[in-house]
């Protein structure tokens, strides 16, 4: 099993560049962020219990989001590659990662952008109930309003893009990337990118790192 881990702020583009690299089937896109949203959705135990973190901004506890992860990579053939997009979020889950020879990280890429274009974009996202595919209101509004592209699904606003859940995020991000980066660094996998560029540079630059 290949892994790569999409480290880097909510809102710098993680989540939509992982979905298109897996549309072109090569990559399997998981995130944790997507899977604890769908346990909430269908009311499961760890939804009930992740619901009141996510709501503020903070982080479910590592125990619940590791033992998630460590089952559903659990579940994979071994000859896939996967794109961890949200998880670790903390050293403890790098750690946990690592402490497995079969899920060990091949490569970290951290997504790079300055905080003050973050808020917009997370205030501004919208996302598809149906297909989640992301849209936003400004720079990549829906055809017709409230309708996906796509699937024609309906289009919403999560529940923690507002403006205070967002700075929350933000804060807890630059509270345990450092770590992440550091970890990383040691083990002479970390990528940058400069994930201010036009989505269709990023994903080229993501392609040459990830080939
Ligand atoms: P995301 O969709 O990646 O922005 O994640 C949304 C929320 O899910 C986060 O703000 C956290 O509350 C929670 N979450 C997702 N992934 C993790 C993780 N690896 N560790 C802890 N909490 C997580």
Known sequence: MQI?????APGSGKGTQAKKLSQKKTFIH????????AAIKNNTSLGQKAKAF?????LVPDDLVIQLIKETLSQLSSNQHILLDGFPRTVAQAEALNAN???QVQRAILFEIPDNLLVERLTG???CTQCGHPFHIKHMPP???????????QIVQRSDDTENVVKKRLDVFHSQNKGLVDFYSKKNALHKLDANLPADQVEGLLIGILQ
């Open 4 to 8: 790569t881990v999409f480290l880097g």
């Open 143 to 153: 055809k017709s309003e409230g309708m996906c592209d796509a699937c024609g699904g």
């Open 125 to 127: 996202r919208r996302v």
């Open 101 to 103: 020879p079969t899920t």
């Open 30 to 37: 998981l995130s944790t962020g997507d899977m604890l949203r």
């Open 54 to 58: 996510m709501d503020k901004g903070e």
